[in-house]
């Protein structure tokens, strides 16, 4: 079943993509939340029409996305946390990448990294999608906190 996605659906797709779902998941979930809509002709050449226009403005919003990017890459990440050793109490995941990189004034939604739950102490990357096109890897550090 062909569908076509009216907002992003992680594993699936990015707003305005038309994929191929298996027919109960568009019929049953996709298509009720309004996560997407049929792939019939008229819609393909509605969201055809739309994509031109939105050309222009996509342009913009990448060079900021790649702008950002760069800004991003050159920061370098530190996260302190309570540990015996190497191993933490507790861990550290997405929520608190987001957090440091807030410290660091760069507001990013959490759902937009991925890094996998750490409970180690040592350097790791963390995916970071600032947009559809845009996708980097930001190296963090992982420290003990000094009593």
Same mark, same amino acid.
């Given at each position: 079943?062909? %569908? %076509?996605?009216? #907002?992003?659906?992680?594993?699936?797709?990015?707003?305005?993509?038309?994929?191929?779902v #298996? +027919?109960?998941?568009? $019929?049953?979930?996709?298509?009720?939340q309004?996560? @997407?809509?049929? *792939?019939?002709?008229? /819609?393909?050449?509605?969201?055809?029409?739309n994509?031109?226009?939105?050309a222009?403005?996509? *342009?913009?919003?990448?060079?900021? /996305?790649? *702008?950002?990017a760069?800004?991003?890459?050159?920061?370098e990440?530190? %996260? /302190? *946390? #309570?540990?015996g050793?190497?191993?933490?109490?507790?861990?550290?995941?997405?929520?608190d990448?987001?957090? +440091?990189?807030? #410290? /660091?004034?760069?507001?990013?939604?959490r759902?937009?990294?991925?890094?996998? &739950?750490?409970k180690?102490t040592?350097?790791? @990357?963390?995916? %970071? $999608?600032?947009?559809?096109?845009?996708? &980097?890897?930001?190296p963090?550090?992982?420290?003990?906190?000094? +009593?």
């Amino acid at each position: 079943m062909e %569908i %076509i996605l009216k #907002k992003d659906v992680q594993n699936v797709g990015f707003k305005d993509d038309v994929v191929s779902v #298996k +027919a109960g998941y568009g $019929r049953n979930f996709l298509i009720p939340q309004g996560f @997407a809509q049929l *792939a019939t002709p008229s /819609a393909k050449k509605v969201l055809a029409e739309n994509l031109k226009q939105k050309a222009h403005k996509e *342009a913009k919003i990448i060079g900021d /996305a790649k *702008a950002l990017a760069e800004t991003l890459k050159a920061l370098e990440i530190k %996260i /302190a *946390a #309570k540990a015996g050793g190497e191993k933490l109490f507790g861990s550290i995941t997405n929520s608190d990448i987001a957090e +440091a990189l807030e #410290k /660091a004034g760069h507001v990013i939604d959490r759902k937009f990294i991925t890094s996998g &739950i750490v409970k180690r102490t040592g350097k790791y @990357a963390a995916t %970071i $999608r600032l947009h559809r096109d845009v996708v &980097i890897d930001l190296p963090y550090e992982i420290v003990a906190e000094k +009593a």
